[in-house]
């Protein structure tokens, strides 16, 4: 089932997510929710807050980059009760897009290599490191559980300028192809 992605203001996606136990309920429904709701959208992750959900999941498909990014081809991953060890290495820059911040895409600065410890759908445990662009889709996903959005990473100079934007996407007043759920306006879109 296709679930209503939240838009920027939701308050869904101010919350720090929470981890979960094996037995929180329908919790492989709701990841295969995610894979169709993300794959609807045509996105590479999905978080739960972006789904209303305050827990400690997200799901990630790389592949779309595999083009680009040879590393991205079979990267498919569901990752329960993240959290992050370590980051470490040059920041370096890339152009960022987010489902609940349709239209946009902006230059985010972050840390080129991560060492993540989560639980897969099986809650089998795992401390790996992911650099590059699998670093870079993690830790956008990562934020999301930890009620950050990228444009909350961009400079405030930045932000100002994005004021207007920002508010339009809350009201609902942007070109969207998949079904959401704005804040403002408290309407659903398709
Ligand atoms: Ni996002």
Redo the contacts with the bound molecule.
Sequence with gaps: MILPIVAYGHPTLKKVGVDIEADYPELQTLIENMWETMYAAAGV?L?AP?VNKSIRLFVIDASPFAEEHPVTKDFKKVFINAHIVEEQGEAWTMGEG????PGMNEEVTRKPSITIRYLDEDFEPYEETFDGILARIIQ??YD?INGI??VDRLPSLKRVLLKGKLRDISEGKVDVDYRMTFPRTRKKVR
């Design positions: 992750g978080a972006q987010c489902l609940s911040l956008h996903e999301h959005l990228y």
